[in-house]
Nanobody, 124 residues
Framework: QVQLVESGGGLVQAGGSLRLSCAAS????????MAWFRQAPGKEREFVAG????????YYADSVKGRFTISRDNAKTTVYLQMNSLKPEDTAVYYC?????????????????WGQGTQVTVSS
């Protein structure tokens, strides 16, 4: 069992930055691929970024490439999402998720555990 708790969301002006954190419980954190998803009001949940178990491979949605960076610290059982050059269209609830066996980074069904989400609001 893995519990995920996100933090770091908030209100920021366009062009600003935020760093999200996702703290995981459980001894098997390093066995999981981790990802961030987001869901804006009235829209479907979408994949944002993913990182493999070692942290050596990362994947990004086209909409955030060059602006967002995902990283992980297995010793601290935490995954991060550094978000720079934020835009109003980045406004959403951001969720972290853990997958033991991926069937595609953007396949929500691949993920075994989800956090409760943290709100990110970008004002214009």
């Amino acid at each position: 069992q893995v519990q995920l708790v996100e933090s770091g969301g908030g209100l920021v002006q366009a062009g600003g930055s935020l760093r999200l954190s996702c703290a995981a419980s459980g001894r098997t954190f390093s066995s999981y691929a981790m990802a961030w998803f987001r869901q804006a009001p009235g829209k479907e949940r979408e994949f944002v970024a993913g990182i493999n178990w070692s942290g050596r491979s990362t994947y990004y949605a086209d909409s955030v490439k060059g602006r967002f960076t995902i990283s992980r610290d297995n010793a601290k059982t935490t995954v991060y999402l550094q978000m720079n050059s934020l835009k109003p269209e980045d406004t959403a609830v951001y969720y972290c998720a853990a997958a033991m066996a991926l069937r595609g980074w953007d396949n929500g069904a691949s993920y075994d555990y989800w956090g409760q989400g943290t709100q990110v609001t970008v004002s214009s």
